[in-house]
């Protein structure tokens, strides 16, 4: 339990493996004619409503078009048929649930590549804080006391050598260590005034 | 570095949802592309309302065909009806053929509405919209304009005038709008 990273990505793994599986396996399959219908019409948008599909209107073009699925269906057409059909006359617009092919693609695949990338920044930024913790430190650097041996701050002084700390983490990590062993010199010297 | 990364993705960021935006609020939001149009139109044969004859797309074949959806309760189909009529008066013994598909409606209502409105064109009923689901209609009115050739050339959304049944017309039979 001393590796929360790993535990946290296992749960990742098995939530997105247990998603995966759910997205594969789809709906369960429609047993009665009743239920293919149901199954098509859910699929289809409701052409005179605003984003509700043709199972769940209650428009009367929905009501045929339910009506057009079933006797589809009786005539033996199957289910990709008909979707087919309807969307030879309304466009994909038809479909609730864009094709995975062509733009239709992107939808699909937007979100697993922006979860993707998110995972890549986090990632990144939990390394590079893991690796440079001060790097997150918000004290402000000070001046770097010349001859202490540190490195240059990004409020250096002019003369102590016309270097300046880069805009990087790790010199952000070094402006920090000198700040903490000044730090402790002035403690020191508390300490020594107080026992004097 | 350390700025200028972040700020070109913010503004690459920025530049892609202004130019998703200035290309959807360019566009025309009651315009509906026909995935129809260029292609075959879906056959029908569907009998007139005073049930006298059956009307079949394929006897059209060679004729420019206005197919026009309509109902007695549309209230922008009776704006288009004075062009509708207008262009049937013109064209129709020049090859061009009108057909209004009555739009879930009652028979007893839209042969009212045609002995009112003195239609004179082929009005046809659409048990169960099945015409109107093939040619992916969403409101009505809605005109499809259908070449010699029996591919849907054009489609109009909402009332249509007579200066465009005649542009669509003079596309696919010069010699009638001429």
């Known amino acids: 339990m001393r590796r929360p990273g790993i535990w946290l990505g296992l749960a990742l793994l098995a939530a997105a493996g247990t998603l995966g599986a759910v997205a594969l396996r789809g709906p369960a399959p429609a047993r009665t004619p009743a239920d293919q219908v149901h199954a098509i019409a859910a699929g289809l948008r409701c052409p005179v409503c605003n984003d509700l599909s043709v199972a769940d209107s209650p428009a009367p073009l929905a009501a045929q078009m339910r009506e057009t699925i079933a006797r589809d269906l009786r005539a033996g057409k199957r289910p990709d048929q008909i979707r087919a059909e309807f969307v030879a006359a309304y466009g994909e617009s038809i479909l609730l649930a864009p094709p995975g092919r062509g733009v239709g693609l992107?939808?699909?695949l937007a979100p697993a590549l922006l979860l993707a990338a998110g995972l890549v920044v986090a990632l990144t930024a939990v390394r590079r804080w893991r690796a440079h913790p001060a790097a997150a430190d918000p004290t402000p650097s000070t001046p770097s006391p010349a001859g202490d041996g540190g490195a240059p701050s990004t409020r250096s002084p002019a003369g102590d050598g016309g270097a300046r700390a880069g805009p990087s983490a790790a010199?952000?990590?070094?402006?920090s260590a000198a700040n903490r062993r000044?730090?402790?010199r002035a403690l020191e010297r508390l300490d020594e005034e107080e026992r004097s | 570095m350390r700025v200028w990364l972040p700020l070109c993705g913010v503004l690459a960021a920025v530049a892609l949802v202004a130019s998703v935006l200035s290309f959807g609020l360019g566009r025309d939001p009651t315009a509906i592309r026909s995935p129809l149009v260029g292609r075959a139109a879906p056959d029908f044969a569907l009998r007139t309302l005073d049930g006298r004859r059956t009307l079949r797309l394929a006897d059209l074949r060679g004729q420019v065909?206005?197919?026009n959806f309509w109902a007695s309760w549309c209230t922008a189909c009776r704006v288009e009806h004075p062009?509708?009529?207008a262009a049937w008066q013109r064209f129709r013994d020049a090859g061009v053929v009108l057909v209004g598909i009555d739009f879930q409606d009652t028979r007893a209502d839209a042969l009212a509405y045609l002995a009112g409105s003195g239609t004179t064109w082929p009005a046809?009923?659409?048990?169960?919209?099945?015409?109107a689901l093939a040619y992916g209609v969403y409101g009505i009115p809605e005109t499809f304009f259908i070449g010699p050739d029996g591919r849907v050339a054009a489609k109009h959304t909402g009332p249509v005038s007579y200066d465009q049944i005649v542009a669509e017309v003079g596309r696919l039979l010069p010699r009638a709008a001429g």
């Open chain 2, 65 to 67: 065909v206005i197919v």
């Open chain 2, 83 to 85: 062009a509708l009529a």
């Open chain 1, 171 to 175: 010199g952000a990590g070094r402006v």
């Open chain 2, 124 to 131: 046809v009923e659409d048990p169960g919209s099945r015409t």
């Open chain 1, 182 to 184: 000044l730090l402790e």
């Open chain 1, 106 to 108: 992107v939808a699909w």
